[in-house]
């Protein structure tokens, strides 16, 4: 029995990484024809998560332009998938998290009258400008969705509180988890940039980009991290640096040449998922990480005001510091001198799922699909 066309829609690494594992369950699914296109959101860093799973897209908007704005993003998917989604007439459009792909999609399969599965669906900070625009990109696509794919009982809660049906949501874990555990290898052998770095010393892995961060707090965050490997003689900062100017400036204007800091493109999925693995302590804006980083056993500082991730904070896995350069630094200080604070977090049980959260959507989505058909 043939049971349909499901189409998946991604524009940036943490998209792709997300549903890589999805695509993969897809696939092996011979019932069902999977289509994939990607917006290019971001070009770069998309296409070596998609060498690395092995995805080769169907249709690709390749929207990436320098000095790109919200507005021109959202146009440019929304008019790009107009035309794929009319020719492929799919039974369900499948978009993952938070970005302006995911929003503007879901949108143009909503004109379309073609059902939305949300996959991430229900984290909320319910604050709309923080993260920004991550909070409503996600809010609104739970508005357009019908399948909403929750990694956790706290996301699910949310979705209801939204008043979104009960039968519409399923808790599934992160597919996150999913991946990283296909590629985290114990035995990875380090090259190019990472080859030089002390792997002896204790690695501090920092990431900042988020709009909110820009200006000043990143300052503050910097000038903590200085403080920090002054201190410390056996502490090095490995920082993969975002391409944007706002925060590449800023990061070699402070940390530019100073010893034992380690400024460096952006990684490839597989080579940072295995630094991860090797650091010993996680200080980032990013959303991912706080799901991530736990799965390896390493405690996440997040340098953030708010998070859309609760069930780490209750889980003991992250701490939110904020951009203040005192609190950053004394609580990094804290898991630098304090051994049973660090094994606190270091064990404590991730909340985002145990790596098969991939093969229950596949089965949810398997359900809907007969259903469908059966209802034509």
């Known amino acids: 029995m043939h049971l349909g066309k499901v189409m998946t829609v991604f524009g940036t690494r943490p998209e792709a990484i997300k549903m890589a594992p999805v695509i993969k369950e897809l696939k092996k699914v011979k019932d ?36 790109q704005d919200l507005y021109s993003i959202t146009t440019g998917v929304i008019d ?35 059902p939305v599965g949300h996959v991430e669906a229900g984290l909320r900070t319910h604050y709309r400008y923080s993260p920004f ?9 739970g508005k357009l969705a019908e399948l909403h794919f929750a990694p956790t009982d706290k996301a699910k809660e949310n979705l209801l509180a939204e008043a979104t049906a009960l039968f ?6 992160n597919t996150v988890i999913d991946a990283l555990l296909e590629t985290v290898r114990p035995e990875y052998s380090f090259s190019g940039d990472l080859a030089s770095i002390n792997f002896n010393n204790r690695l501090l892995l920092v990431t900042t980009h ?8 990143m300052r503050n965050i910097y000038e903590a991290l200085i403080d920090l490997v002054n201190e410390f003689p ?41 630094l991860m693995n090797a650091s010993y302590l996680v200080l980032t804006d990013s959303g991912g990480m706080q799901e991530e980083a736990p799965s390896l056993g390493k405690p996440v500082l997040v340098l953030r005001d708010t998070t ?25 200080r804290l898991l630098l001198t304090d051994a049973k604070e660090y094994q606190k977090m270091a064990r404590a ?28």
């Open 32 to 67: 069902i024809n999977t289509v994939v296109a990607v917006t290019a959101q971001h070009r770069d860093m998309l296409d070596q998560v998609l060498q690395l799973f092995e995805i080769k897209p169907d249709y690709d908007l390749n929207l990436m332009e320098e000095g």
């Open 80 to 114: 790009g998938m107009k035309d794929i989604i009319a020719k492929e007439e799919p039974d369900l459009v499948l978009v993952h998290g938070d970005t302006t792909t995911t929003f503007a999609a879901a949108l143009a399969a909503f004109y379309q009258k073609i």
């Open 133 to 141: 625009p991550e909070e409503m990109n996600r809010t609104l696509t």
């Open 168 to 173: 519409k949501i399923w808790v599934t874990g």
């Open 210 to 217: 988020r709009r909110e961060n820009w200006g000043n707090k």
């Open 234 to 274: 056996d502490v090095e900062v490995v920082f993969p640096v975002h391409k944007n100017p706002v925060v590449k400036d800023v990061a070699e204007e402070m940390l530019g040449g100073r010893e034992r800091f380690h400024l460096i493109d952006p990684l490839d999925y597989e080579p940072f998922a295995n």
């Open 308 to 332: 859309e991730r609760p069930e780490a904070l209750q889980a003991g896995t992250v701490k939110l510091v904020g951009t203040n350069k005192d609190m950053i630094y004394k609580e990094a």
């Open 349 to 376: 049980i991730n909340p985002y799922g145990d790596g098969k959260a991939a093969v229950r959507i596949v089965d949810i989505i398997k359900d809907f699909l007969y259903v469908r058909i059966g209802a034509q």
